[in-house]
């Protein structure tokens, strides 16, 4: 995320990245759906951003006071740590589940 530009930047490639996707105030963290939805804690405007693959906005969520960080578990809720207020705030049910990449290098016995 770029904080200051209140913008995120999807990398595809090493050294190849998209136009920055606006997403709020003060982006800090993210995290990916098994969808490919991109989440994004806005710091600045105590939201949470729901944009699809192509980095266009879906909803916005309230939350707690400057949240920092987003988790998807494997039910589909959306769990964001809030600095400002030292909460969690659990949204139940509106994400695809996490994104998990697997593994490709040597297989043990």
Same mark, same amino acid.
């Given at each position: 995320s770029t904080n200051n530009a209140g913008t995120?930047?999807?990398l595809t490639a090493p050294s190849t990245s998209?136009?920055?996707?606006t997403v709020g105030i003060a982006p800090k963290g993210a995290a990916i759906d098994s969808a490919g939805n991109i989440w994004v804690a806005n710091n600045g405007s105590n939201t949470v951003m729901e944009l699809n693959s192509s980095g266009n906005p879906i909803t916005t969520y309230s939350v !707690?006071?400057?949240p920092v960080d987003? +988790?998807?578990?494997?039910? !589909?809720?959306?769990w964001?740590?809030?600095? !400002?207020d030292?909460?969690?705030s659990e949204l139940? !049910?509106? +994400? +695809?589940?996490p994104q998990f990449f697997?593994?490709?290098?040597p297989q043990f016995p």
């Open positions: 995120v930047v999807k998209s136009s920055p996707y !707690g006071k400057n987003v +988790a998807i578990d494997s039910s !589909g809720d959306v964001v740590t809030n600095n !400002g030292g909460t969690v139940v !049910g509106v +994400a +695809a589940g697997p593994y490709s290098g």
